[in-house]
């Protein structure tokens, strides 16, 4: 915690109180959110007291260091660009979007990686797959949910991976709007800000809640969604949400606002992060018919491990050729 106590009338960078001075250094990978506010009046001057609170508990790495800035950096360009007009491409369909902010975004990422681990690989949604020979790969979605940005629809985020041998072992999402920081180290559990995360603990499908995606198949795949989702609702489970951002629906699992998710077609950069932050959160992560996490499996459920086998059920019959 970093307690500020201030008159409104002095510098912002140097605040003081009779015989008490407080002082606070910013650095560039630290994140801090307005945690308490107080004021009062004294001798007809009022003061204000802010406490922020740490969005991360503990930066144990370098590598997390660095996947810590380059989210807040991508998420300065992202609000930035939010309520101007934007240049607005398509990748193949006309409901399949590229925006400024997608590739900017990807650009502060990879240039702030960089400038760390120039030896290390990179698999990003806009430039594809670097070549390079390290064991290293950082897996990028500089802007998940960008069809919902496109529209002024506040609800995505930036989604950064470290994988070791295509294994991910490090993972950051990051809600720009809502400052809601979502970080898991493989094998020093999940959090959200400064709290640890955990999965829900509901038991059955009728007690849950799931949230899905359609992708851009307009096709069999979309009519394959559309079935399981009935099939759901026959449970019956108690709603399911579709919002647009996959990394976001991933964490929701993982704190517990979610049961679970399932996508019949996503790529590595949609689920590499959420993957590590829901299994350290206690969750469940496979593929639609139960296989093994793969980085390329390119489909998957998560859920809070309880109601895994009942999605299993569900999806496991999914015809993806």
């Known amino acids: 915690m970093i307690e500020i106590l201030r008159s409104p009338r002095q510098p912002q960078d140097d605040r003081s109180f009779p015989g008490i001075k407080f002082k606070i250094r910013r650095r560039r ?16 001057v009022r003061f204000v007291k802010y406490v922020y609170k ?8 370098s590598e997390k260091d660095v996947e810590i800035r380059a989210v807040g950096e991508a998420g300065k360009v992202i609000l930035s660009l939010f309520q101007q007009d934007q240049t607005i491409q ?13 590739i900017k975004s990807e650009e502060a990422i990879v240039s702030t990686i ?3 681990f120039p030896d290390h690989a990179f698999l990003a949604e806009e430039t594809g797959k670097s070549t390079g020979e390290s064991e290293y790969m950082w897996v ?31 993972g950051v999402i990051y809600d720009p709007l809502r400052e809601e920081l979502f970080c898991a180290e493989q094998g020093k559990g999940s959090y959200l800000n400064d709290e640890r995360i955990r999965v829900s603990s ?21 009519k394959q969604t559309l079935q399981q989702m009935e099939a759901f609702f026959g449970k019956p489970i108690r709603g399911i949400r579709r919002t647009g951002s996959a990394a976001l629906d991933m964490s929701y699992v993982a704190c517990g606002r979610l049961d679970g998710f399932w996508e019949l077609i996503l790529s590595p950069w949609d689920y590499a992060a959420a993957a590590v932050i829901a299994t350290e959160a206690g969750g ?11 980085l390329f499996m390119n489909n998957i459920v998560v859920s809070n491990t309880q109601i895994h086998d009942g999605i299993i059920k569900v999806t496991e019959g999914s015809v993806l050729d």
């Open 29 to 44: 990978d630290e994140f801090y959110t307005l945690n308490t506010y107080q004021q009062w009046v004294c001798h007809g």
């Open 54 to 61: 740490r969005t991360v508990s503990d930066l144990s790495s």
């Open 90 to 102: 398509t990748k193949g369909k006309a409901y399949n979007l590229v925006t400024e902010a997608d």
């Open 114 to 116: 960089k400038e760390s």
């Open 140 to 170: 990028i979605d500089p802007l998940d949910g960008t069809n919902n940005y496109a529209h002024k629809f506040p609800h995505f985020s930036i989604s950064i991976a470290l994988c070791k041998d295509e294994k991910p072992v490090l």
């Open 202 to 222: 509901t038991s059955d499908l009728s007690d849950s809640i799931l949230a899905t995606g359609f992708y851009y198949d307009r096709g069999s795949l979309m």
């Open 284 to 294: 469940k992560v496979t593929d639609i018919k139960g296989g093994d996490f793969d």
